[in-house]
């Protein structure tokens, strides 16, 4: 028999003639049916492993009707808090012998409804993190991508799971402790226009500044890389503000930059803070004020939500807000008292 298959590759009725059962019986073995008689699965698995047998993988998911992977689509893999949101669900999926197939539509909203059918035409379920895409489109994308879930969007679809990071709060923590400090003249570097967590962090200041009417509060564009922060130095420096609230770590860092290459001390002479608590925060010169979110759980918890949705325990949606934590650190400090003359 070996003689016989060894320029060939090894098939499922090969495994049948050496285990002296049914090709039926070996299908099933292979497929994890465990209502096999077990002396049967035993021989069949030892033939398996005699002839070096590995069942095709494409054939099985025809099969079986399954992949066995799911598919995320993220809007910037570049951004440290989205690789974070995918180590959390890979690994998680992984526990359960799910792999996943990643996409990244670069922060190009029309990509997104492209990349996503792609992804559920290959997999068995959708992980959306934090997709630019404007409501209109979302709602009308749901029904071809289910099992989904969203992550940092929501839905009026009641059965699509949601987990969305309360941004709104958290730049209201930010911007409270900069007050705290005696900052009354603050600058919003805004993020990308299209992403749900900018308009949440804008409608937080809006209630801030409703809140705090002492408080010059001006909003300049920016976006979500290091890049932007770099460059809204000069920008940030010509509103007079003592106090900044980036949009993220990435742009927060970009400025600490931007801002020592033209000799402003952080925080004498400006307060910045940032958003996510990326693993780099806690080591930049000063080390980042920010408002932590639990990226891994985040991930971890999409993959949960989603296996339930593919049958695998309770199918009830859940929709989860995660509530930042303000981390306070060296980047902010007391405003400097004017000199007097």
Known sequence: MARKTANRRVGITDVAQRAGVSLASVSRVMNGNFSVDPDIAARVRAAA?????????????????????????VPDLANPTF??????????AAQDGYRVLIAD???????????????RRRCDGVVLCAPRMNEAELEALLPSLQPLVLINRSTADTQTPSLVVDYGQGIQDLA????????????????????????????????????????????????????AGHVSAVAVLATGATGVLAFNDLVAMGLLSGLHERGVDVPGDI?????????????????????????????????????????????????TTFQPELKRR?????????TLS
């Open 105 to 119: 539509s670069s922060e190009v909203s029309s990509e997104e409804s492209i990349l996503a059918g792609e992804a």
């Open 271 to 319: 307060s910045v803070t940032g958003f996510d608590d990326i693993p780099f925060a806690n080591y930049t010169t000063p080390p980042l004020t920010t408002a932590a979110v639990a990226i891994n759980d985040i991930g971890e918890q999409a993959w949960h939500e989603l296996r339930q949705l593919l049958g695998d325990g309770d199918p009830e949606p859940a929709h």
């Open 49 to 73: 492993a005699e002839l070096n047998y590995h069942p095709n993988a494409v054939g099985r998911s025809l099969a079986l009707g399954k992949t066995d992977t799911i598919g995320i689509v």
């Open 176 to 227: 409270a402790h900069l007050v705290e400090l005696g900052h009354t003249r603050l600058v919003f570097l805004a993020g990308p226009e299209r992403s749900a967590g900018n308009q949440a962090r804008l409608q937080g200041l809006e209630k801030f500044r409703v809140d705090h009417p002492e408080v010059e509060l001006t909003t300049l564009p920016a976006g979500s890389s290091f890049e």
């Open 83 to 92: 690789q974070g949101m995918l180590r959390g669900v890979s690994r998680a």
């Open 330 to 338: 060296g980047s902010t400090g007391r405003v400097k008292k004017p």
